[in-house]
């Protein structure tokens, strides 16, 4: 299924992969805009409003992490690093800024945009869309799903969308184990590609941002082998 209004700023500094990406998301009904390096990157962020971004690790000029905190830093639109390193320290870190998954290099373009459209599937737009969502408040942490809200105790906290709709599923679920599996395919698609490593590093920063002490969380346990369990029982606001 083609998505001709779907925007997608490519930020890559190797040629053959523009070309490639180019050709290939041109077939697959996107529009394509290429940066070359992370100073145009953010340049042509900004003027053409991209749906997705795809974004290099290594850049000249601007680093791709630093090209994906200032992004962050103002817009939730997707974004999925390509990286030529497979190193766990890269892609945590890529993650832990706000991407909203990861692929490396050499990469099938059949993967690739299957990671795009999970990603573009559960769009800040959508999300918007959607109507007659309840608030969720458990155990001091309140989620409105219409506002794209959260509070902890009162205090109010900022979530990229994956960590939003991760939290969201898991208060619903409150008191139930969610296996790693059942969280994946409902936060990143079906067709999701890849270990739980992105599950991971999200469960990681939710709980840097509602546990008073994420060592040792109380709202957030981790049940080895299977998945995760928020344990207060949800209750209406």
Not at 88 to 107: C, M, S
Not at 131 to 142: K, N
Not at 197 to 208: A, E, P
Request: include cysteine; hydrophobic fraction near 40%; charged fraction near 30%.
């Amino acid at each position: 299924m083609t998505e001709p209004s779907r925007t997608v700023l490519v930020v890559e500094d190797e040629e053959s992969y523009i070309d490639a990406l180019t050709v290939g998301l041109k077939r697959e009904g996107f529009r394509v805009v290429a940066a070359r390096d992370g100073a145009e990157g953010l340049r042509l962020f900004a003027s053409t409003k991209p749906d997705i971004v795809l974004l290099d690790l290594m850049l000249p000029r601007v680093s791709g992490i630093d090209v994906c905190r200032q992004i962050r830093a103002t817009s939730r639109v997707p974004i999925i690093m390509l990286t030529a390193k497979t190193g766990e320290l890269e892609t945590v870190v890529g993650l832990e800024i706000g991407a909203d998954d990861y692929i490396t290099k050499p990469y099938r373009m059949r993967e690739l945009v299957a990671r795009m459209r999970a990603v573009l599937r559960r769009s800040p737009t959508e999300v918007a869309d959607e109507s007659g969502r309840e608030v969720l408040d458990v155990g001091g942490v309140r989620l409105d799903a219409g506002r794209h809200e959260v509070t902890v105790d009162g205090a109010a906290v900022t979530m990229p969308l994956k960590e939003f709709e991760l939290l969201e599923i898991l208060l619903e679920n409150a008191g139930r184990v969610l296996t790693r599996d059942t969280l994946i395919d409902r936060i990143w698609g079906p067709n999701y590609v890849g270990d739980t490593k992105t599950l991971d590093v999200h469960i990681k920063r939710i709980r840097s941002k509602i546990e008073s002490d994420p060592a040792n969380p109380k709202r957030i346990k981790t049940i080895r082998g299977l998945g995760y369990r928020y344990e207060n029982r949800p209750h209406q606001p």
